[in-house]
């Protein structure tokens, strides 16, 4: 069991930033991986980020290459996505997610543990 909690989201202006976190707890030596996902209103959920335990490999979406950065801290079992230069498209439920597949990137289904998600609202 993997327990997964974010934190960080907010209302924030066109150009602004914004840090994400996700911290997870239980039996974290099962994830391989964890990703940032999001699902605004009336649209599927997407995926945005992903990053390696091990090595911290990155993957990014290429709407927010450039603009997003995710990173951890493997001692505070700690996801972070830093969201710089925010866009009114960028407004969704952000989720965190956990994956035991080092294999899976992109695809939700991949994900074996989720978050309950936390709201970010961009403003033009």
């Known amino acids: 069991q993997v327990e997964l909690v974010e934190s960080g989201g907010g209302l924030v202006q066109a150009g602004g930033s914004l840090r994400l976190s996700c911290a997870a707890s239980?039996?974290?030596?099962?994830?391989?991986?964890m990703a940032w996902f999001r699902q605004a209103p009336g649209k599927e959920r997407d995926f945005v980020a992903h990053?390696?335990?091990?090595?911290?490999?990155?993957f990014y979406v290429d709407s927010v290459k450039g603009r997003f950065t995710i990173s951890r801290d493997n001692a505070k079992n700690t996801v972070y996505l830093q969201m710089n230069s925010l866009k009114p498209e960028d407004t969704a439920v952000y989720y965190c997610?956990?994956?035991?597949?080092?294999?899976?990137?992109?695809?939700?289904?991949?994900?074996?543990?989720w978050g309950q998600g936390t709201q970010v609202t961009v403003s033009s």
């Open positions: 990053i390696t335990w091990s090595g911290g490999e990155t």
């Open positions: 239980g039996r974290t030596f099962s994830s391989k991986a």
């Open positions: 997610a956990s994956t035991r597949d080092i294999m899976t990137r992109r695809d939700p289904l991949g994900y074996n543990y």
